[in-house]
């Protein structure tokens, strides 16, 4: 069988080309060539030429072909071009899942199929199985990597059957120090190279900066909300009323806010979770489930301005008056460039605990924002999934108009899994998880996984 390895210039699809070698396959290397621009990034201009010159000689070593293919224009077209456009709407994209599904398991995998490869294989830390479904034909599986720092098998949370009927994931159920070992061990010029960082073949950007490539940047206000809003706020009460109207405990009141420990270790362990009644939960209307998954509007949060005298001249000045919902704190250079979440970049002092942007008005260019790791607008427990966005890598497992099912799922790469319920409506499916979650943003990719770490699917939030 002849295996085409994408040889990044890194030390995993080095190890995979070693593997594959050992292993008796008939294995050839190929370099892409993504991106071109360096406007907005923060390495050096020609990083892919020291990559490209690190992955050929790690062939030379392994002693496989070695080839080149420039796939920029597609890269553009099918990924940077959605994360422009993605951004523009105050959506927050994954260009590395995209990329994926349509460069290294698509234009890639042609481009090696044109040198005669039978199957791709790359250096992502995830595992691959194959059973025989009930037509007799193959399904294949994929299976989160045995190293649970390293798992990335989110990002191929968008391939189909016939993607992975061609992919070869030869480090999946091996730990990143072990692969650095056997790179040391053959002498490959990769063994110690640091692992690569930021958008894929990209690399670590100031967004703002790449984004300004297409997107304008445009002043606009940051309003910090004050708690005293939600405590008003129909919305919030209807899903505080509503998610606690379906806990088993009839006396219990629903958690809404987010037990925070650190960005890749927010998990159920020590978190207080809600336990729902699935009977409670099939009997919600599409239309509740709907309302629940909305995200909160502060765009009634108005100011108005006062004029008043100042000084021992008593000069006239203009001010806004003041409102018990939020204020004015500071000014943003446009709403696109933030995401959920964000606390860096917004520049504004005078508070305790950080600001955290808890929403975005592209219309009219506002950002709001929190304070501090509990606060309200940062925590959400229902997500909607519209059907059009729904993909199942299993398609034998696909759920039903009013199928109700158990999954941990996780909505960004290394958080840990997260126990949901799952709840399948004409329109679209709702996740509806146990505890809440920080920092849900539109755009990103919610994933849902079997008990047994299969990942059956996922969708765009």
């Known amino acids: 069988m002849k295996v085409c390895v994408g040889l990044s210039g890194g030390v995993d699809s080095s190890v995979a080309a070693l593997l594959l070698k050992q292993q008796g396959y008939d294995v050839f290397a190929m370099f892409m060539q993504n991106w071109h621009d360096t406007e907005g990034t923060l390495h ?29 224009r597609e890269y553009r077209q099918r990924v940077v071009d959605y994360m422009f456009n993605e951004y523009s709407k105050g959506r927050t994209p994954n260009p590395d899942v995209l990329c994926n599904r349509e460069i290294k398991f698509d234009a890639f995998l042609k481009a090696a199929e044109k040198l005669g490869a039978d199957m791709v ?9 194959s059973i025989v479904g009930e037509d007799g034909k193959s399904i294949y599986r994929i299976l989160a990597g045995s190293d649970p720092n390293k798992d990335q098998s989110y990002f191929l949370c968008q391939l189909s059957q016939q993607q992975l009927a061609k992919a070869m994931f030869p480090i999946g159920d091996i730990l990143k120090p072990e692969v650095r070992r056997l790179a040391k061990e053959a002498d490959l010029p990769s063994a110690d190279k640091k692992d690569s960082q930021g958008i894929c073949f990209v690399g670590k950007v100031d967004l703002p900066l790449f984004l300004q490539q297409k997107l304008k940047s445009v002043e606009g206000d940051i309003v910090e909300v004050y708690d005293a809003f939600y405590a008003d706020n129909e919305q919030y009460k209807f899903m505080r009323e509503s998610l606690s109207s379906i806990l088993e405990d009839e006396k219990a009141e629903v958690n809404m806010i987010t037990e925070y420990i650190s960005e890749d270790k927010m998990s159920s362990q020590g978190c207080s979770k809600n336990k729902y009644s699935e009977e409670k939960i099939s009997a ?16 009634g949060i108005g100011f108005e301005t006062e004029t008043y005298r100042s000084g021992k001249k008593h000069v006239k000045k203009t001010r806004y008056k003041e409102n018990p919902y939020g204020k004015i704190v500071g000014r943003h250079e446009g709403a696109q460039f933030y995401t959920i979440g964000q606390r860096k970049g917004l520049n504004v002092g ?25 606060h309200k607008g940062l925590s ?16 034998d497992l696909k759920m039903g108009e009013n199928e109700i099912r158990r ?4 909505i960004r790469y290394r958080q840990p899994l997260q126990d949901a319920t799952l709840i399948m409506k004409k329109n679209a499916l709702f996740i509806l998880f146990d505890a809440p979650q920080r920092g849900i943003t539109s755009g990103q990719f919610a994933v849902w996984y079997s008990g047994d770490g299969e990942m059956l699917g996922s969708g765009s939030i």
């Open 44 to 72: 050096g201009d020609c990083e892919w030429e020291e990559d490209r010159f690190v992955a050929e000689m790690v062939a030379r070593k392994i002693g496989i072909p070695f080839y080149f293919v420039d796939l920029s």
């Open 121 to 129: 294989a790359t250096g992502h830390y995830c595992r691959k199985e």
């Open 284 to 299: 919600l209307d599409e239309s509740v489930l709907e309302r629940l998954s909305t995200v909160i509007d502060y765009s």
């Open 350 to 374: 005078g508070h305790k605990d950080s600001l955290f942007v808890i929403s975005t008005d592209i219309e009219r260019n506002i950002i709001y924002v929190g304070e501090g790791h509990r």
């Open 380 to 395: 959400r427990l229902c997500l909607r999934i519209d059907a059009n966005e729904i993909h199942w890598i299993r398609e």
């Open 407 to 410: 999954y941990r799922v996780r």
